[in-house]
């Protein structure tokens, strides 16, 4: 099925989509070179993309309020070059080529350089008619009060080389990003969405490659560290998810710590890696030998197998067996909500005996049982399981609370922050992980706006026969 490719931007008060076909580059704000008597909405030349292009303030051009700062997009029809700046570069989205709809009669009087319309990243896009612009504000030539021509057309502002339609067309567009220090790009066609996350949620005992779980209006959407799996330090910086669909597994979120703009390659400026890369197969260079290596998502993701496929989160086609079981006469499921740093997990209800607000922990005197501890409630001796140790930024007291689940017909103790509430969510809220021995997390839910991981207790614990043995001797 066919799908478009648009760059989502902002400007005043609009949401505006550009096709990405169009877009040579994004660049941040440069000096400009203000040009009296030039034709309107030019704001004057600026140097971008290695030439001097004329710069327009999309949000004027469209009747609002312009607003100071903001980013380039370059964009280019057959030799007409200009850089729009835009307030702000939401992301890039894929649509399929159904999901925009003509604007009706009315609304193209009154927006007359917008054509479509379509639905992504939670918000309503319109589509810019960038031939409409051209041919509306051409770069007629303006006088000076003696005569002089000022600005004249686009083809005598630029370099007369400008490269022709069927030239710019030949270039890959890539998305430059930045990762762990080091300059990577990721071909734009590779590309679903762009997204900045809220809360990344960890995931216990997942493998080192999935950086955890953001919400995606609504849905889980997983992420897998990009840093870790070029074989480059992971850092704390990655605020942007590039989300892309992997072969066999689905879409899944990539993580960068910056996006930088757009750059068109010519197929010819770019070479082989002469050695094995992790995700890398080609590499170009740009501004002085600055060397950009280009992600491959098949080789990136190949290194970890069927196991990204495995910890994606889906919706279960029928009902499923595991820890979790939905009697056909049960409407809801309920869990116990509690809190471990800044994560929320759940834990299946029916396996919760009890509550207790705080335990002393003694520490075993064998290591090697899996537990951290025991803990005397009410006059019992029950083997404690520390999940604070498991979650990053998670709690130190010393006399935490303790959740005491049923394991093997005995009790054990998991010691959360801080237990919230009892759950009662509908089927439909409730969205299925495959089983993985590495990742002990069997469901994801939703209650309102925030992602419950429903741990299972059966790969949480470790056995109870060693330790509950050891707690027996005198």
Excluded at 5 to 34: H, K, M, Q, W
Excluded at 154 to 181: F, T, Y
Aim: glycine letters at 8%; a negative charge; charged letters at 20%.
């Amino acid at each position: 099925m066919e799908r478009l490719d648009f760059l989502c931007t902002i400007a005043g008060t609009r949401r505006i989509a550009i096709p990405l076909n169009l877009v040579l580059s994004v660049e941040e704000v440069r000096p400009l070179t203000p040009l009296p008597f030039s034709p309107d909405q030019v704001e004057g030349l600026v140097m971008a993309i290695g030439r001097v292009i004329p710069q327009m303030c999309l949000a004027a051009v469209l009747g609002e309020e312009p607003r100071e700062g903001g980013v380039l997009v370059v964009v280019a029809a057959s030799d007409d070059i200009r850089a729009l700046r835009v307030d702000q570069v939401a992301g890039m989205v894929q649509i399929e080529i159904e999901a925009a709809t003509t604007i009706d009669e009315a609304d193209r009087t009154a927006l007359p350089l917008l054509t479509a319309r379509f639905e992504a990243l939670g918000a309503e896009w319109l589509v810019l008619d960038y031939s409409g612009l051209t041919r509306e504000r051409q770069m007629q030539a303006g006088e000076g009060t003696d005569g002089a021509a000022l600005v004249g057309n686009v083809s005598e502002v630029v370099d007369a080389a400008a490269a022709p339609a069927e030239g710019v067309d030949q270039h890959l567009p890539l998305l430059l990003v930045e990762i762990a220090g080091e300059s990577y790009a990721v071909p734009t066609s590779d590309i679903v969405e762009l997204v900045i996350p809220g809360i990344v949620r960890s995931m216990p005992a997942a493998p080192a490659w999935v950086a955890g779980m953001i919400d995606r209006r609504g849905a889980p959407l997983l992420l897998l560290s990009t840093a870790t799996l070029l074989g480059r330090p992971s850092t704390a910086e990655s605020t942007i998810t590039l989300v892309v669909n992997i072969p066999g597994a689905g879409e899944v979120g990539i993580t960068v710590d910056r996006a930088v703009g757009i750059e068109r390659v010519h197929p010819s400026a770019i070479h082989v890696v002469p050695r094995d890369m992790a995700g890398v197969a080609n590499y170009f260079v740009i501004e002085t030998e600055h060397i950009v290596g280009i992600i491959d998502l098949v080789a990136l993701t190949a290194q970890v197998g069927d196991a990204v496929a495995e910890l994606v989160p889906r919706e279960p086609s029928s009902p499923a067996t595991t820890e979790i079981v939905m009697a056909s006469a049960k409407a809801s499921l309920k869990l116990l909500a509690v809190r471990l740093g800044r994560e929320l997990f759940a834990l299946p209800l029916d396996r919760v005996e009890r509550i207790q607000a705080s335990i002393v922990v003694t520490p075993l005197p064998q290591p090697g049982t899996g537990f951290h501890g025991m803990a005397d409630v009410g006059g019992t001796m029950v083997p404690v399981l520390d999940l604070r140790r498991a979650v990053e930024h998670a709690g130190s007291d010393p006399n935490p609370p303790c959740t005491l689940v049923r394991i093997e017909g005995a009790l054990a103790g998991l010691v959360i922050d801080q237990v919230l509430r009892i759950e009662d969510l509908l089927d439909k809220d409730v969205e299925d992980i495959a089983m993985n021995p590495r990742l002990p997390v069997s469901h994801v839910a939703r209650s309102g706006d925030q992602l419950l991981s429903v741990l299972v207790l059966d790969r949480v614990l470790p056995p109870l026969d060693s330790v509950l043995a050891m707690a027996a001797k005198p």
